[in-house]
């Protein structure tokens, strides 16, 4: 399978715990973005990559929430003291460089539920 | 600013009727990408076409079809023939750096057989 690649699918956690949900993208693509979704609602745009370098994180939720892309391959998502707001589908898409509008392609997305 | 509304929120439709999904976008960049994508049950976004605003030729792939018209900044999306397969959520979708895509609240489309 060569599509974008997420682990794990379903997460339940505790209130207050920690939680890293892991992206492998499409194996020729630079860029990578986390979006999250909730129920009824549109994916939001949280952060993306290109290569090792994460061009844009204005848009993470708190300072709770942090992305890494060590080596320009999968990427981590952390979110430190989850709180129930942060129950949510987190999505991970990947593309590849080539001027504006490329295509994103996105894994099955990560649920995560916090009790 | 970006924004995209589908002002659809749930339809349903029987089987082999036609239906068509709407989606109106805001921009003010000259440059921007539209898109639909499918999420079924199962939850992966799944890429359906992707219209940049110099190309206003509506498409045809097999049962679906677009509308693309800037004078109205809308990019409908017809199902013809619609099946119990088509059921899912769809998402219109709009990007003018390539950075970040702004996406609709989505349309749930049931089709009963």
Redesign the interface.
């Known amino acids: 399978d060569t599509g974008v690649s997420q682990d794990p699918r379903h997460k339940i956690t505790k209130r207050g715990q920690n939680v890293t949900f892991r992206c492998d993208p499409i194996s020729e693509h630079n860029r990578l973005y986390w979006y999250r979704q909730t129920l009824g609602q549109g994916p939001e745009f949280l952060t993306y990559f290109q290569n090792e370098a994460q061009l844009e994180k204005s848009r993470l939720l708190s300072d709770r929430f942090s992305a890494e892309r060590p080596k320009g391959s999968f990427s981590t998502l952390e979110i430190q003291r989850t709180e129930q707001g942060d129950s949510a589908m987190y999505l991970c898409a990947s593309s590849i460089t080539g001027g504006t509008g490329n295509t994103i392609y996105f894994g099955e997305g990560s649920w995560l539920t916090v009790v | 600013a970006q924004k995209?509304t589908q002002a659809q929120t749930e339809i349903s439709v029987v089987e082999k009727e036609d239906v068509t999904l709407d989606c109106v976008y805001e921009t003010r960049d000259t440059?921007?990408?539209l898109?639909w994508?499918k999420q079924p049950p199962?939850?992966?976004?799944?890429?359906l076409i992707?219209r940049?605003s110099f190309d206003e030729q509506n498409e045809i792939s097999g049962r679906y079809s677009w509308n693309f018209q800037k004078s109205t900044s809308s990019f409908n999306f017809t199902i013809t023939a619609s099946q119990v397969v088509d059921s899912a959520v769809y998402?219109c979708?709009l990007?003018?750096?390539?950075?970040?895509?702004?996406?609709?609240?989505?349309t749930s489309l049931t089709v009963i057989p």
């Open positions: 995209v440059t921007y990408y898109f994508y199962s939850g992966e976004l799944v890429f992707r940049n998402f979708a990007t003018t750096t390539g950075n970040q895509f702004y996406f609709g609240t989505g």
